[in-house]
């Protein structure tokens, strides 16, 4: 059951902003990649597993880039949890925001309404020759574009990298608006990502639900629970 004062905090906040992670779709049956048995610890070569989503891999080795992503990144018949619906339904009945760091395009298959993809999408698919967006199912079945022989690639943020200046500013202003900000699904270890949460106002109520307990240098309530039966209970009240 939710605490009646985690309920209350819900239901009075004005704006909600939802930081999530890698830990909100492993319901859905995606992997997630640095805990015990994720997709970095699995990998069994003698190259770190980031080298294969690397800028570096894309360039220097597209071929073995390719293969990696379509063997380990791709569950395009995952469907979204309770945590992506039960947060979907806020961005639609309530002004609530949800910034993410997955790639894996399920906030989007729950209808999300204010949804910021921090690392991108794997679904978007384009063509690096001719810049053309091919459906990613043409990927999976080919690294070239059918039309120009380019090489093609999911629009995602590799490491080496920038950031979208665009989801960049659309985080920063959810987070320094937000009177609540709820932490799900992630360790809040990654950076630029992690950085989102000092944008904070002072006013804002942080709240984390995690099973694997968080530590930040400000006051914030701890909730370690399993999100799925968190979001199980919440109510949506508008």
Do not use: W
């Amino acid at each position: 059951m939710i605490d009646k004062e985690i309920q209350t905090e819900f239901d009075q906040a004005k704006k909600i902003v939802f930081l999530t992670g890698a830990g909100v779709s492993t319901a859905s049956g995606i992997p997630d990649y640095r805990s015990k048995g994720g997709l970095y610890t699995n990998d069994k070569s003698n190259r770190p597993a980031e080298y294969y989503l690397s800028a570096d891999c894309l360039r220097d080795e597209p071929k073995v880039f390719y293969q990696y992503e379509k063997k380990n990144m791709y569950y395009p018949d995952a469907k979204p949890n309770v945590i992506h619906e039960k947060q979907a339904e806020f961005t639609q009945q309530k002004d609530a925001v949800v910034v993410t760091q997955n790639i894996d395009s399920l906030y989007r298959k729950a209808d999300t309404r204010n949804l910021v993809e921090f690392h991108g999408n794997l679904y978007n698919v384009y063509c690096q020759k001719c810049r053309k967006k091919v459906d990613y199912k043409d990927y999976l079945t080919s690294m070239y574009h059918r039309n120009c022989g380019g090489v093609l690639r999911p629009d995602i943020v590799l490491y080496g990298e920038g950031l979208n200046e665009s989801a960049i500013s659309k985080s920063v202003n959810a987070v320094s608006n937000a009177d609540l900000i709820v932490i799900v699904g992630t360790s809040m270890r990654v950076y630029p990502f992690a950085g989102l949460i000092d944008y904070r106002s002072a006013a804002a109520k942080v709240l984390a639900i995690n099973e694997e307990p968080l530590s930040f240098a400000f006051p914030f309530t701890m909730i370690k629970e399993n999100a799925v039966d968190f979001f199980k209970d919440l109510k949506v009240n508008a």
